[in-house]
Antibody, heavy 120, light 109 residues
Framework: QVHLVQSGAEVKKPGASVKVSCKAS??????????ISWVRQAPGQGLEWMGW????????VYGQNFQGRVTITTDISTTTAFMELRGLRSDDTAIYYC???????????WGQGTLVTVSS | QSLLTQPPSASGTPGQRVVISCSGS????????VRWYQQFPGTAPKLLIS???QRPPGVPDRFSGSKSGTSASLAISGLQSEDEADYYC??????????FGGGTKLTVL
């Protein structure tokens, strides 16, 4: 059974950075064609795709809205993906989800979500 | 403002057929696969339609997807009270990468 377990809630001040983790289990993390995407959802708002990493070779693609501000990485030894967002603003307050990406936004398994609150 | 336009709300009575639209352009729906997600309050989204009209295991065949040109649709037949949720379309855009529609809140009257 595939599971994605994310790190706990964070409270950050404007201008700070946050790094959220997503530990995967129950499947071959480095299987060709698989990746992890990060999606966020502001309170009462819709879904927003942030970026993707291939868990096979580490290639990344970032959403235009997040270019230069987000970095997605993986630690193969612990089958964990990470999303770091820098220069936090109040409008970055959201639930951040990781999702297994079976092929181009084909998110078949999701983490439980991590609430990041940005407040002075 | 999303590149993909969905109606903010839709409604129907039990047993009815409801269709939710997702309108895009040649750089997204016109050339790439459309996915659909269902989300209940306080929970992570769930994959509903994985490829234009393919359902993952466990998704009832009451749910179906279709695509024509630069628009896609999610149809729910035999509407049930437990279908009340938010629905999102998602597609790769050749200019902006991954995009979601703004979401449609479905109410079962």
């Amino acid at each position: 059974q595939v599971h994605l377990v994310q790190s706990g809630a964070e409270v950050k001040k404007p201008g700070a950075s946050v790094k959220v983790s997503c530990k995967a289990s129950g499947h071959t993390f480095m299987k060709y064609g698989l990746g992890i995407s990060w999606v966020r959802q502001a309170p009462g708002q819709g879904l927003e795709w942030m970026g993707w990493i291939s868990t096979y070779n580490g290639d990344t693609v970032y959403g235009q809205n997040f270019q230069g501000r987000v970095t997605i990485t993986t630690d193969i030894s612990t089958t964990t993906a990470f999303m770091e967002l820098r220069g936090l603003r109040s409008d970055d307050t959201a639930i951040y989800y990781c999702a297994r990406d079976a092929s181009t936004l084909n998110f078949d398994y999701w983490g439980q979500g991590t609430l990041v609150t940005v407040s002075s | 403002q999303s590149l993909l336009t969905q109606p903010p709300s839709a409604s129907g009575t039990p047993g009815q057929r409801v269709v939710i639209s997702c309108s895009g352009s040649n750089s997204n729906i016109g050339r790439n696969v459309v996915r659909w997600y269902q989300q209940f309050p306080g929970t992570a989204p769930k994959l509903l339609i994985s490829s234009d009209n393919q359902r993952p295991p466990g998704v009832p065949d009451r749910f179906s997807g279709s695509k024509s040109g630069t628009s896609a649709s999610l149809a729910i037949s035999g509407l049930q009270s437990e279908d009340e949720a938010d629905y999102y379309c998602a597609v790769w855009d050749d200019r902006l990468n991954g995009v979601f529609g703004g979401g449609t809140k479905l109410t079962v009257l």
